[in-house]
C-alpha cells in the first residue's frame, strides 16, 4: 500500500492532488460529481474584497488544445462568498483554501482576513491580478508581488501560499522575495497569456482580446518553471500546477520538485479524473519502489 500522504510546508495533505483554483467552483458544488476525498486540498474561486462582475461574453473558448479564458475572477466578493460558503465548508470532505485577489495589497490583506474567518484551511494569493498601486500585474514585480504576501502574511495566522504567472520574466527573482515575504508555499504556475482570432468574423474569440491559456500545452512551461525554482530554493514547497491530465504529469511535476501538484483545466472534461489519476500515481510509486510517494519529490535523475 502506497502512503499518498504528502507534506506541503506546514501543510499535511493525504495526497499529493489538488484541485486547482478557479476550475473546481466554490468546492461545495463539485461535491456531487467529484470524490473529493481524492485530493489533499481544493482551491475556492477566487474571491476579491468587493463583488467582480467579471468580462462580458465570450469569456472562454476552446482551442486546438487546452482552452482561453478571460473570465476577469467573477466573484461575488468575500462579504457574500463567506456568508454563502463559510458555513458549508467543514461538511465537506477535503481541506478547502481560499484564493484572495485584490488591487491593492491591503486589499489583499483585507480578503485573505475574510477567507480566514470563513473558516479556510490556507490562503492563496493569486497574484495574477492588475496592481492599481504600479505599472503592471503584481505577479512580474518581485516587490509588488512580496507587499502583497507581507501584508497578507501579517493578517492571517493560516498558511500562506504564492500563485505565480508563467508570464514573469524571472520566476525565480519572484518565488525568492514572496519566500522572503512569508509565504509558506508557491503554486507554479497560473494561466499563460494567449490569444484567439475567429478567421470568418475576424473577431477576437475572447471579450477581453487577450485571456489565459491553460491545458496539456502549458506543462512544459510550467514544469520547467518548478525545475527552475526548486534548484535555486530547495526548500521552498512548491505546488506544481499547468497541464496535468494523468497520474504521469503528477509523478513529472513531484520529480521536477513539486511537493504536491494540482489539477485544473481537465476537471472541465472529466470532473472525477482524479480517481484514475491517483490510482496511476501509486502505480508509479510502487514501480520506483517508494513507500511514500512524497519521496519523490526532487528525484529526477541527471543524465
Ligand atoms: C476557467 C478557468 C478559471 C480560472 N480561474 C482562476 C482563478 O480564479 N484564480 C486562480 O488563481 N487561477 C485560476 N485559474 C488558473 C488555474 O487554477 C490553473 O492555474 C491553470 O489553469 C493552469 O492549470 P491547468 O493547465 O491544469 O488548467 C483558472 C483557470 C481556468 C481554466
Redesign the pocket.
Known amino acids: 500500500m502506497v502512503d499518498l500522504s504528502v507534506d506541503l510546508g506546514p501543510l499535511s495533505l493525504t495526497s499529493p492532488l489538488v484541485a486547482?483554483?478557479?476550475?473546481f467552483g466554490s468546492v461545495v458544488e463539485f461535491a456531487r460529481v467529484a470524490d473529493l476525498s481524492l485530493y489533499g486540498a481544493a482551491v475556492a474561486?477566487?474571491v476579491s474584497e468587493e463583488p467582480w462582475e467579471g468580462r462580458p461574453p465570450p469569456r472562454?473558448a476552446p482551442t486546438e488544445v487546452g482552452?482561453l479564458?478571460g473570465?476577469g475572477?467573477q466573484n461575488p466578493g468575500i462579504h457574500a462568498w463567506s456568508s454563502e460558503i463559510g458555513p458549508r465548508l467543514p461538511g465537506l470532505d477535503v481541506p478547502v483554501w481560499g484564493?484572495a485577489v485584490g488591487t491593492t495589497s491591503d486589499e489583499f490583506a483585507r480578503v485573505a482576513k475574510g477567507l480566514e474567518s470563513a473558516g479556510v484551511g490556507a490562503v492563496?494569493v493569486?497574484l495574477?491580478c492588475p496592481n492599481l498601486e504600479g505599472e503592471s500585474m503584481f505577479a512580474l514585480d518581485p516587490s509588488a508581488s512580496a507587499r502583497v504576501v507581507d501584508a497578507v502574511r501579517s493578517s492571517v495566522g493560516i498558511p500562506v501560499g504564492a500563485?505565480l504567472s508563467p508570464n514573469a520574466e524571472d520566476i525565480v527573482a519572484i518565488a525568492r522575495s514572496v519566500a522572503d515575504a512569508g509565504a509558506d508555499f508557491v503554486t507554479l504556475?497560473?494561466?499563460i497569456w494567449g490569444a484567439a482570432i475567429d478567421p470568418e468574423t475576424r473577431r477576437p474569440r475572447l471579450s477581453g482580446v487577450i485571456g489565459?491559456y491553460?491545458?496539456s500545452a502549458?506543462k512544459p512551461i510550467a514544469l520547467r518553471c518548478v525545475i527552475e525554482v526548486h534548484r535555486e530554493l530547495p526548500h521552498l514547497p512548491i505546488v506544481g500546477?499547468?497541464?496535468?491530465r494523468t497520474g504521469d504529469d503528477v509523478v513529472e511535476y513531484l520529480l521536477a520538485g513539486a511537493s504536491a501538484v494540482?489539477?485544473?483545466?481537465?476537471h472541465f472534461e472529466h470532473p472525477g479524473i482524479a480517481k484514475s489519476i491517483s490510482h496511476r500515481v501509486a502505480e508509479l510509486a510502487r514501480h520506483h519502489e517508494v513507500a511514500r510517494v512524497s519521496e519523490l519529490t526532487g528525484m529526477m535523475e541527471p543524465w
Open positions: 486547482a483554483c478557479g476550475t474561486k477566487s472562454v482552452m479564458n473570465i475572477i484564493s492563496e493569486n495574477s500563485k504556475t497560473n494561466t489565459g491553460s491545458g502549458i500546477c499547468g497541464g496535468v494540482a489539477i485544473g483545466t481537465a
